[in-house]
DNA sequence: GCAAAAGTGTTCTTTATACACCCATGT
DNA sequence: ACATGGGTGTATAAAGAACACTTTTGC
């Protein structure tokens, strides 16, 4: 962090635009999507695709950036983000060196209320990706995956009461894998962050399950899973 | 990641100047510790250290950054270093706005062969440090607490050689935290990381040891330590 | 021969896995 | 009455935790 004490040399020093792109997970039809927004840079991108995001302000920090740039670009709000990884490749940007401060959050809320052209795309069908949005897609999704298994996180995927097959399948969806129903739901309410909600399931064409939903306020961290 | 196209425009966006710190773990005389450098940046900070860190020039990645800064100020090269977090507050450094992509690393190389002036302390005894960088080394600890426990990662705070009681002192620094030797030697063994060098230690006062290297080249994930 | 750390097995407890049937509701 | 997903227990296997003595070397 040391840096020349000459003022007539910082100007030259400011030579990087900074910026935040986010990745934001749902779960849709039980397949994992990420949330994508038209990116229209003539001449160098059009009719392509990235993740949502946009520069950081001299008086903003780096996620108030993004909090800002998800509520105007995409209309998503209050949802819980986390820093991911900071990309900082010198050619990354066709424009010049942008430097920019990944973030990837979590939702259930699936409406996007904006006037951009804004979408829900399935994680494993990705189209071509304008920046390096595809490896930051990755590495978010590789982030995500990791600390399903040893956090509380995979609250943010939820509705706030939900049923211990929702819960399993928000696992399974991410985690690309099956579990038993009767060990996941020992497993599960063993940990004690689930408490029931105290009601049931209405208008469903089964017998209706009992809703529950997580006893801890912000991610916490438990043994869940291990492989 | 959008950002306005109007050249006329982009110098008022490159506001801040880009730097790394590196947060450096060794371990000491059984005790873990961590590189300090001192700070001198008049009048802001006299007599003060920090940890090692600078500027991120215009054709340098922050990693790129990262290796320059530790070979030129701390004397540290030849060490595997990964990203930690950026630190992105507005009022960080006294200076103006600088943006640090900070990294952490692991060392067995104790000599610092290099004229600023830098020693290696205690991280339960940290002083008063320069900018925010007891928060950046309570993060780097916690992440290394983490890395510990399901990563080889402990791999850089051992010569090449070592004895499986080095290993067990080496987790039980860091998680600061004490395993029963018969047990901890059983489950290093199982996981299939380690191999005999073929040698035995040499001019001790006991009985020798058998040493041990790692049979695996970078960082890999197992289940190590659960809590 | 003594001080110092190395090396080594067994028992018990806890956790994980495998597995199948009846229940409550809507249509 | 039937289709649909909900809800439950037990037996076996695997992993973790607790625990003490003999061995090899330098001095």
Redesign the pocket.
Known sequence: MKLTNKKQNRKNLKFAILATDVVIFSIRENILNVLLIEINIPPYYKNIYGVPGGLILPEETAEDSVYGHMKNKAGIKNIDIEQLYTFSSVDRDPRGRVVSVAYFGLTTTVETSSSAKVYWKDVKKLPKLAYDHKGIIKKALERLKAKVGYTTIIKGLLPKEF???DLQTAYEVVLNKKF????F???ML?FGFLKTAGA???????????LYKFSVGSTQTF?IF??
Do not use: F, H, I
């Open positions: 049923t211990l097959s038993d129903k009767r060990n739901r020992k497993k063993s049931k399931q209405t208008g469903v064409a089964n017998r209706p399950a009992d043994d291990r492989s």
